[in-house]
T-cell receptor, first 112, second 114 residues
Framework: GDSVTQMEGPVTLSEEAFLTINCTYT??????LFWYVQYPGEGLQLLLK?????DKGSNKGFEATYRKETTSFHLEKGSVQVSDSAVYFC???????????FGGGTRLMVKP | DTGVSQDPRHKITKRGQNVTFRCDPI?????LYWYRQTLGQGPEFLTY????????KSRLLSDRFSAERPKGSFSTLEIQRTEQGDSAMYLC????????????FGEGSRLTVL
C-alpha cells in the first residue's frame, strides 16, 4: 500500500537558519503530494501541495518540489522564524483521490 | 467561526463503555473524513463520506466502530466496548469534491480509556 516516510524529529534550529525536512513516498501511479502543519493547540492545516512531477508547491516562504525520480517531496525554508515552530506532516493522495496517507510527522523547534 | 468543529474535545471513559464523537464540517463541504492519531504518529485514515454515503472504511475500523452522516451534514463516530488501545485523538476533516487533498481539519476529540 501507499506509505510516506519522514525524517524523525525533533529538529531544533536557531532563528534565520535554513530548514530541510526530508520526505519520501511509496505509491503506485502518480499521487498528489502535500505538506500539512500543526501549530500548538490547533488543527492540521494545509501548507502546500504539488500534483504532478516537477511541480513546486510554495507558501509562507516554504517550498517543496515533487521529484518522481527520487520519490521525494522535501520541505525547505531559507530562514525560519520562532513562529514556524510546529509539527510538519508530509502526505500523499492516492490516484482515486479518496484519502490522504500521512507520514509520522516532524517536530520543528526554532529558538530565538 | 465557520471551521470544522468537534465535540467533545476530551473524553475520559472506563474500559467497556461506549463513546460517541460528533463532527460538524464546513457547511458547503460534501466530503467528511475521520482519522485517528496516536502520540508521536501521523493521522491514520478511518473512513470517509461523500454526502451521506460512507464510501470507504479502513481495515483499522473494527466492528466496534461505526460512523454515520445522516442527511450529509454532521457526522458521528461511535466506539462500542472501548478498549485501552482505543485511546487516541480522533480527527475529523472536510473538503469539497474536486479539491483533491485539501482537507480542513478540526482540533480533534481526545479519548482516554482507563
Amino acid at each position: 500500500g501507499d506509505s510516506v516516510t519522514q525524517m524523525e524529529g525533533p529538529v531544533t534550529l536557531s532563528e534565520e537558519a535554513f530548514l530541510t525536512i526530508n520526505c519520501t513516498y511509496t505509491a503506485t501511479g502518480y499521487p498528489s503530494l502535500f505538506w500539512y502543519v500543526q501549530y500548538p493547540g490547533e488543527g492540521l492545516q494545509l501548507l502546500l501541495k504539488a500534483t504532478k512531477a516537477d511541480d513546486k508547491g510554495s507558501n509562507k516562504g516554504f517550498e517543496a518540489t515533487y521529484r518522481k525520480e527520487t520519490t521525494s517531496f522535501h520541505l525547505e525554508k531559507g530562514s525560519v522564524q520562532v513562529s514556524d515552530s510546529a509539527v510538519y506532516f508530509c502526505a500523499l493522495m492516492d490516484n482515486a483521490g479518496n484519502m490522504l496517507t500521512f507520514g509520522g510527522g516532524t517536530r520543528l523547534m526554532v529558538k530565538p | 467561526d465557520t471551521g470544522v468543529s468537534q465535540d467533545p474535545r476530551h473524553k475520559i471513559t472506563k474500559r467497556g463503555q461506549n463513546v460517541t464523537f460528533r463532527c460538524d464540517p464546513i457547511s458547503e463541504h460534501n466530503r467528511l473524513y475521520w482519522y485517528r492519531q496516536t502520540l508521536g504518529q501521523g493521522p491514520e485514515f478511518l473512513t470517509y463520506f461523500q454526502n451521506e454515503a460512507q464510501l470507504e472504511k479502513s481495515r483499522l475500523l473494527s466492528d466496534r466502530f461505526s460512523a454515520e452522516r445522516p442527511k450529509g451534514s454532521f457526522s458521528t463516530l461511535e466506539i462500542q466496548r472501548t478498549e485501552q488501545g482505543d485511546s487516541a485523538m480522533y480527527l475529523c476533516a472536510s473538503s469539497l469534491i474536486g479539491y483533491t487533498g485539501e482537507l480542513f481539519f478540526g482540533e480533534g476529540s481526545r479519548l482516554t480509556v482507563l
